[in-house]
């Protein structure tokens, strides 16, 4: 499957936890940044020019900061120059903040069919702890009007793992979520990314995450609640209602093919990955010049794919397809992923069925260990 991704680099400001390429939105610069996104897209028109893509994902920073005249010259760049099938899932990233019924009505017009909110959670105590620029009520009213606007398909985002969260605000912020239903729940423990500000704080000894079993504790939580109220663990940290999965992140699990645009954007096809360089001013020079974005380019061999191809597919419920696994990396791997996974069987972190070898609950709390262990 192919599927294409597209950077917006503008928030209204930076969350601490974030390590994602972002800059403060202006117009100006806004316009300037879509200029060359369409000088992007257009350079890869040939080269596509015989695919069809099955999803579209339009992520940021914060896509909706944009005005109704910027997000439409970035929808207009999809059609323009990409073949994107009839029935394609098409996903828009909006903060509870940026939400707007103009913006909203816009997006189902031109053919957006999903909306990812970063609500995180719905905890007044807890937002200000994550930078986040909204409140609960922003958040549950952000909700209603894309559903008063026409969504059916509405992801949101949650997190766990907060510095001074107790157990009794996640079980709120949960309970909340279940009851405005939507169709896909995200749960992610907060975690120290590389470029983040709670990286930074961390490594200089002025941060710190809350202890691995309180964390554990949450998400344990998380899974009985989400599960016993009808939504479908599909991975690690995602739920949703059936038939609403997530089709974009599948394929990245299933170490599908992928075109990202955008400054700081991956992309990966044709066994070969790169990344546009994750600077706006210099992403807009080169292509006003002529020069390639790309940066940090390689073509994986057989033992960094069939790794990637273990840590991806084990995040998903359905695991790992063996006998997939055997024909595409050989059977020198496949009986070196057999030696690793004997014991991890035994020990209750991975499970055997169907021809398919997933993570138990057990493994999942403690997948880098279980996951690693079948790298050596």
């Known amino acids: 499957m192919l599927t294409l991704y597209i950077h917006i680099p503008y928030c209204v400001r930076k969350c601490p936890y974030c390590g994602f390429y972002s800059t403060p939105y202006t117009p100006t610069d806004a316009d300037e940044f879509i200029t060359a996104l369409r000088r992007e897209a257009a350079g890869y028109h040939d080269e596509f020019s015989n695919r069809i893509f099955n999803t579209v994902y339009i992520g940021g920073g914060t896509p909706t900061v944009l005005s109704s005249e910027q997000i439409t010259g970035v929808l207009d760049i999809v059609p323009e120059h990409f073949h994107i099938a009839e029935h394609a899932e098409f996903t828009v990233e909006a903060n509870p903040n940026s939400v707007t019924m103009r913006t909203l009505s816009l997006l189902l017009e031109r053919g957006v069919n999903r909306l ?127 038939g609403f999965e997530c089709r974009h992140n599948m394929n990245y699990w299933d170490r599908g093919e992928y075109l990202g645009l955008g400054p700081g954007a991956c992309s990966f096809y044709s066994n070969k990955r790169y990344h546009a360089i994750a600077d706006t001013k210099e992403y807009a020079r080169r292509l006003s010049s002529g020069e390639s974005t790309a940066v940090d380019v390689e073509f994986p061999g057989l033992e960094q794919a069939s790794r990637e191809a273990i840590l991806l597919n084990l995040r998903t419920a359905k695991g790992m397809d063996l006998h997939r696994y055997e024909k595409e990396f050989g059977a020198r791997l496949f009986r070196q992923l057999e030696r690793n996974m004997n014991p991890l069987c035994r020990e209750g972190l991975l499970r055997i069925s169907e021809g398919s070898v997933q993570l138990t609950d057990r493994g999942i709390l403690l997948s880098n260990e279980a996951i690693s262990r079948l790298f050596a």
């Open 116 to 242: 990812s909110l970063g609500v995180q959670s719905f905890s007044d105590e807890d937002l200000p702890a994550l930078g986040r620029p909204h409140t609960a009520d922003h958040a549950a009213e952000a909700f209603y009007l894309a559903r008063k606007a026409g969504f059916q398909n509405i992801g949101i985002d949650l997190m766990y793992g907060i510095p001074g969260q107790t157990m009794s605000r996640w079980e709120a912020t949960l309970d909340r979520a279940i009851e405005y239903r939507p169709e896909h729940i995200s749960v992610y423990g907060l975690s120290l990314d590389d470029g983040s500000l709670f990286r930074r704080e961390a490594d200089a000894g002025r941060f710190a995450l809350p202890d691995d079993d309180c964390a554990a504790d949450m998400y344990e939580y998380a899974v009985t609640t989400l599960t016993g109220a009808g939504y479908g663990r599909y991975e690690i940290s995602n739920f949703a209602l059936t």
